[in-house]
Protein backbone atom coordinates (compact mmCIF):
# COMPACT_ATOMS: atom_id res chain seq x y z
CA UNK A 1 0.00 0.00 0.00
CA UNK A 2 1.11 3.84 -0.06
CA UNK A 3 0.69 4.27 3.23
CA UNK A 4 1.64 2.57 6.94
CA UNK A 5 -1.35 0.36 7.80
CA UNK A 6 -2.19 -0.71 11.10
CA UNK A 7 -4.28 -3.28 12.16
CA UNK A 8 -6.98 -3.50 13.65
CA UNK A 9 -8.36 -0.04 13.51
CA UNK A 10 -10.00 -0.76 16.95
CA UNK A 11 -9.50 -3.20 20.01
CA UNK A 12 -11.88 -3.54 23.18
CA UNK A 13 -9.89 -6.21 25.39
CA UNK A 14 -11.48 -7.06 29.12
CA UNK A 15 -8.83 -6.34 31.62
CA UNK A 16 -5.80 -9.43 31.86
CA UNK A 17 -6.79 -9.86 28.45
CA UNK A 18 -3.24 -10.13 25.58
CA UNK A 19 -3.40 -8.07 22.41
CA UNK A 20 -2.11 -8.36 19.70
CA UNK A 21 -1.20 -4.88 17.45
CA UNK A 22 0.28 -5.23 13.76
CA UNK A 23 1.98 -2.42 11.87
CA UNK A 24 2.89 -2.66 8.09
CA UNK A 25 5.29 0.14 7.58
CA UNK A 26 6.01 1.46 3.98
CA UNK A 27 7.92 -0.81 1.66
CA UNK A 28 11.91 -0.11 2.06
CA UNK A 29 11.34 1.78 4.71
CA UNK A 30 14.08 0.88 7.31
CA UNK A 31 12.99 2.58 10.53
CA UNK A 32 9.71 2.01 12.04
CA UNK A 33 8.68 3.50 15.55
CA UNK A 34 5.50 2.68 18.07
CA UNK A 35 4.04 5.61 19.93
CA UNK A 36 1.34 5.39 22.62
CA UNK A 37 -0.46 8.57 22.44
CA UNK A 38 -3.34 9.08 25.48
CA UNK A 39 -6.30 11.25 25.54
CA UNK A 40 -5.02 14.54 25.30
CA UNK A 41 -1.39 14.25 25.08
CA UNK A 42 1.10 14.43 22.42
CA UNK A 43 2.64 10.53 20.88
CA UNK A 44 5.05 9.37 23.21
CA UNK A 45 7.75 7.14 21.89
CA UNK A 46 7.62 3.16 22.88
CA UNK A 47 9.94 1.50 20.93
CA UNK A 48 12.11 1.86 17.21
CA UNK A 49 13.32 -0.53 15.10
CA UNK A 50 15.91 0.03 12.59
CA UNK A 51 15.26 -2.81 9.93
CA UNK A 52 15.00 -6.66 12.23
CA UNK A 53 16.84 -4.51 15.46
CA UNK A 54 14.94 -3.28 17.74
CA UNK A 55 17.72 -0.04 19.09
CA UNK A 56 15.77 1.80 21.48
CA UNK A 57 13.18 0.54 24.00
CA UNK A 58 12.83 2.33 26.41
CA UNK A 59 10.00 3.98 26.23
CA UNK A 60 7.87 0.71 26.86
CA UNK A 61 5.95 0.93 30.24
CA UNK A 62 6.26 -2.21 31.99
CA UNK A 63 7.67 -5.43 30.79
CA UNK A 64 4.28 -6.48 29.83
CA UNK A 65 5.16 -4.72 26.32
CA UNK A 66 6.98 -6.15 23.79
CA UNK A 67 7.75 -5.44 20.31
CA UNK A 68 8.83 -7.38 17.43
CA UNK A 69 10.13 -6.85 13.84
CA UNK A 70 11.48 -10.34 13.18
CA UNK A 71 11.93 -10.43 9.60
CA UNK A 72 12.71 -5.92 9.11
CA UNK A 73 9.13 -5.07 7.71
CA UNK A 74 5.94 -6.01 9.59
CA UNK A 75 6.48 -5.41 13.51
CA UNK A 76 3.96 -6.64 16.22
CA UNK A 77 3.11 -4.57 19.53
CA UNK A 78 1.99 -7.09 22.13
CA UNK A 79 1.15 -6.26 25.65
CA UNK A 80 -0.18 -8.88 28.43
CA UNK A 81 -2.28 -8.63 30.74
CA UNK A 82 -3.86 -5.56 29.51
CA UNK A 83 -4.49 -2.60 31.91
CA UNK A 84 -7.01 0.10 32.17
CA UNK A 85 -3.75 2.52 31.78
CA UNK A 86 -3.15 0.75 28.74
CA UNK A 87 -6.16 2.60 27.03
CA UNK A 88 -4.83 4.56 24.83
CA UNK A 89 -4.19 4.81 20.68
CA UNK A 90 -0.69 3.06 19.43
CA UNK A 91 0.62 4.71 16.71
CA UNK A 92 2.91 3.18 14.26
CA UNK A 93 5.63 4.96 11.95
CA UNK A 94 8.33 4.44 9.45
CA UNK A 95 10.99 6.41 7.72
CA UNK A 96 12.88 5.59 4.63
CA UNK A 97 16.47 4.89 4.66
CA UNK A 98 18.90 8.00 5.64
CA UNK A 99 20.31 9.21 2.42
CA UNK A 100 20.76 12.99 3.91
CA UNK A 101 19.43 14.32 6.95
CA UNK A 102 17.26 16.83 5.44
CA UNK A 103 15.37 13.49 3.44
CA UNK A 104 14.07 11.65 6.69
CA UNK A 105 10.75 12.17 7.93
CA UNK A 106 8.19 9.83 10.06
CA UNK A 107 5.05 8.47 8.05
CA UNK A 108 2.17 7.83 10.28
CA UNK A 109 -0.34 5.03 10.17
CA UNK A 110 -3.39 5.55 11.53
CA UNK A 111 -2.91 3.89 14.54
CA UNK A 112 -5.04 1.71 16.88
CA UNK A 113 -7.20 2.63 19.47
CA UNK A 114 -7.05 0.38 22.39
CA UNK A 115 -9.61 0.33 24.89
CA UNK A 116 -9.29 -1.61 28.27
CA UNK A 117 -12.56 -2.43 30.25
CA UNK B 1 15.91 13.99 28.48
CA UNK B 2 14.77 16.23 26.02
CA UNK B 3 10.74 17.70 26.76
CA UNK B 4 8.69 19.87 24.38
CA UNK B 5 6.35 22.68 25.68
CA UNK B 6 3.72 23.52 23.53
CA UNK B 7 1.92 26.89 25.33
CA UNK B 8 -1.74 26.70 24.16
CA UNK B 9 -4.15 23.66 24.35
CA UNK B 10 -6.64 25.18 22.37
CA UNK B 11 -7.18 28.21 19.84
CA UNK B 12 -9.89 29.51 18.39
CA UNK B 13 -9.87 31.72 15.49
CA UNK B 14 -11.79 33.65 12.62
CA UNK B 15 -10.91 33.43 8.93
CA UNK B 16 -8.09 35.29 8.05
CA UNK B 17 -6.45 35.82 11.52
CA UNK B 18 -3.09 35.83 11.83
CA UNK B 19 -2.01 32.05 13.50
CA UNK B 20 1.30 32.03 15.91
CA UNK B 21 1.68 28.56 18.37
CA UNK B 22 4.54 28.81 20.35
CA UNK B 23 6.74 25.48 21.01
CA UNK B 24 9.60 25.22 23.69
CA UNK B 25 12.13 22.75 23.97
CA UNK B 26 14.85 21.31 26.47
CA UNK B 27 17.79 20.00 25.07
CA UNK B 28 21.33 21.43 25.15
CA UNK B 29 22.65 19.69 22.01
CA UNK B 30 22.23 19.67 18.50
CA UNK B 31 18.11 19.16 17.54
CA UNK B 32 16.49 18.69 14.54
CA UNK B 33 12.88 19.96 14.78
CA UNK B 34 9.69 18.80 13.39
CA UNK B 35 5.92 20.44 13.08
CA UNK B 36 3.24 17.78 12.73
CA UNK B 37 -0.68 18.42 11.42
CA UNK B 38 -3.54 15.84 12.27
CA UNK B 39 -6.56 16.71 10.20
CA UNK B 40 -9.79 15.48 11.76
CA UNK B 41 -10.00 12.03 10.95
CA UNK B 42 -6.81 11.60 9.23
CA UNK B 43 -3.55 10.32 10.70
CA UNK B 44 -0.43 12.72 11.72
CA UNK B 45 1.71 14.02 8.72
CA UNK B 46 4.40 16.93 8.21
CA UNK B 47 3.99 20.18 8.15
CA UNK B 48 7.54 20.96 8.27
CA UNK B 49 10.88 20.65 9.58
CA UNK B 50 14.13 22.25 10.60
CA UNK B 51 17.57 20.38 10.31
CA UNK B 52 20.32 22.90 9.87
CA UNK B 53 20.41 26.13 7.53
CA UNK B 54 18.16 29.48 7.34
CA UNK B 55 16.38 29.68 10.92
CA UNK B 56 13.15 30.24 9.17
CA UNK B 57 11.15 27.28 7.55
CA UNK B 58 8.47 27.36 5.10
CA UNK B 59 6.17 24.29 5.30
CA UNK B 60 3.28 23.48 3.18
CA UNK B 61 -0.39 25.21 3.00
CA UNK B 62 1.11 28.80 3.58
CA UNK B 63 2.80 28.09 7.08
CA UNK B 64 6.15 28.57 8.51
CA UNK B 65 8.35 28.65 11.25
CA UNK B 66 11.34 30.19 12.68
CA UNK B 67 13.91 28.37 15.18
CA UNK B 68 15.50 30.79 17.29
CA UNK B 69 18.31 28.51 19.76
CA UNK B 70 18.53 31.66 22.53
CA UNK B 71 15.30 31.36 22.69
CA UNK B 72 14.92 27.39 22.54
CA UNK B 73 11.75 27.63 20.67
CA UNK B 74 10.25 27.29 17.27
CA UNK B 75 7.27 28.56 16.42
CA UNK B 76 4.40 27.83 14.13
CA UNK B 77 3.21 30.72 12.42
CA UNK B 78 0.68 31.44 9.35
CA UNK B 79 -0.64 34.97 7.83
CA UNK B 80 -3.85 34.26 7.39
CA UNK B 81 -5.71 30.90 8.38
CA UNK B 82 -8.73 29.25 6.94
CA UNK B 83 -11.25 26.87 7.90
CA UNK B 84 -9.46 24.09 6.04
CA UNK B 85 -6.56 24.60 8.86
CA UNK B 86 -8.89 22.97 11.65
CA UNK B 87 -6.86 20.56 12.91
CA UNK B 88 -4.40 19.64 16.21
CA UNK B 89 -1.02 20.69 15.34
CA UNK B 90 2.55 19.06 17.26
CA UNK B 91 5.47 19.97 17.63
CA UNK B 92 8.26 17.87 17.90
CA UNK B 93 12.40 17.38 18.53
CA UNK B 94 14.34 14.75 17.98
CA UNK B 95 18.27 14.80 19.13
CA UNK B 96 19.61 11.10 17.78
CA UNK B 97 18.69 9.21 15.27
CA UNK B 98 15.77 7.73 16.81
CA UNK B 99 13.14 9.27 18.59
CA UNK B 100 11.25 12.27 18.72
CA UNK B 101 9.85 13.62 21.42
CA UNK B 102 6.19 15.67 21.10
CA UNK B 103 4.82 18.00 22.84
CA UNK B 104 0.51 17.46 23.51
CA UNK B 105 -0.60 19.41 20.86
CA UNK B 106 -2.23 22.59 20.38
CA UNK B 107 -6.30 22.05 18.59
CA UNK B 108 -6.40 24.67 16.07
CA UNK B 109 -10.36 25.80 15.26
CA UNK B 110 -10.85 27.94 12.53
CA UNK B 111 -14.47 29.78 12.55
CA UNK B 112 -15.29 30.33 8.81
Known amino acids: GAGVSQSPRYKVAKRGQDVALRCDPISGHVSLFWYQQALGQGPEFLTYFQNEAQLDKSGLPSDRFFAERPEGSVSTLKIQRTQQEDSAVYLC???????????????FGSGTQLSVL | AQSVSQHNHHVILSEAASLELGCNYSYGGTVNLFWYVQYPGQHLQLLLKYFSGDPLVKGIKGFEAEFIKSKFSFNLRKPSVQWSDTAEYFC??????????FGDGTTLTVKP
Open chain 1, 93 to 107: ASSEPRRSATNEKLF
Open chain 2, 92 to 101: AVRTNAGKST
